[in-house]
């Protein structure tokens, strides 16, 4: 693992450092601003936030120069928190990306990864794209026990060679591997997306995003919240503290 790492983003100076942000629906709020509604960033004073209001219209982040070493044969890790919030309604079959990587932007899809709702279940699914058929699958819990709480996904992606269609996509939940999704024809990465691409009318609510990392070697799920290093530097990722306080150098 690198550091730093290839592509990170934790939003801590109330933005992104992404190339470009999608839609009027995210934004990148305080912890005093989410503490409102009872929620908090995963890490630092800032997160991701997505607030869906029904509609169909993809609300994300894009960059585009990290993900362009993902060519030919190459193996990257791309490790995210998501929180679903309470206030989360998905109707049975709804689906959208948390995260998509792209060959050509906004149009040919390569790698995506998201939540689904199946009968009482929320799932996170794994795939080369939304639409394409037998995604892997891992049920987060029901369409309650699933909301209101941070859960690590991290995907290891290696691509396809370009002769074999020997591409795979192995999901990990909270560092428990997925079954992995092979035998994939996929072309060069040119941008990644991260957010919520694809919604469905019937879905709505909050969704929260943290802590991105991608890199060259698998990151893992963090095991302590704020990292131990906190006590002596700072990570550009992180935040000193999210609320009132003070040092002592």
């Not at 929620?39 to 991701?48: F, K, L």
């Not at 959208?96 to 998201?114: I, M, Q, Y």
């Not at 709702?117 to 029901?142: D, K, M």
Request: hydrophobic share 40%.
């Amino acid at each position: 693992m690198a550091f730093p790492f290839v592509f990170s983003d934790g939003f801590e100076n109330g933005s992104t450092v992404a190339t470009a942000t999608s839609g009027t629906l995210i934004d990148f709020p305080h912890y005093s601003e989410l503490s409102r509604q009872s929620m908090a960033p995963y890490r630092g004073a800032y997160s991701a936030r997505i607030r869906l209001a029904g509609g169909t219209t993809a609300q994300f982040i894009r960059e585009d120069t990290a993900f362009d070493d993902l060519t030919a044969s190459t193996t990257r890790f791309l490790r995210f928190y998501f929180y679903l919030g309470k206030d989360l309604t998905m109707a049975d079959g709804d689906k959208f990306s948390l995260f998509e990587a792209e060959s050509t932007l906004n149009s040919v899809t390569e790698v995506a990864c998201g939540i689904d709702r199946s009968g009482a279940n929320l799932r996170f699914w794994v795939n080369e794209t939304q639409a394409a058929a037998s995604a892997s699958t891992f049920t987060l819990g029901t369409t309650t026990s699933a909301l209101g709480r941070w859960t690590c996904a991290e995907l290891k992606i290696v691509l396809d060679s370009g002769a074999g269609n020997d591409g795979t996509i192995t999901g990990f939940i909270d560092d428990a591997a997925m079954t992995a999704v092979s035998t994939l024809d996929q072309a060069a990465i040119v941008d990644g997306k991260i957010g919520v691409i694809g919604p469905d009318a019937g879905t709505s609510g909050t969704i929260l995003i943290d802590d991105i990392i991608y890199d060259d070697t698998q990151v893992y799920a963090d095991r302590t919240q704020y990292r131990e290093i906190n006590a002596r530097q700072t990570f550009a990722t992180d935040h000193p503290m999210i609320g009132r306080g003070r040092f002592s150098v």
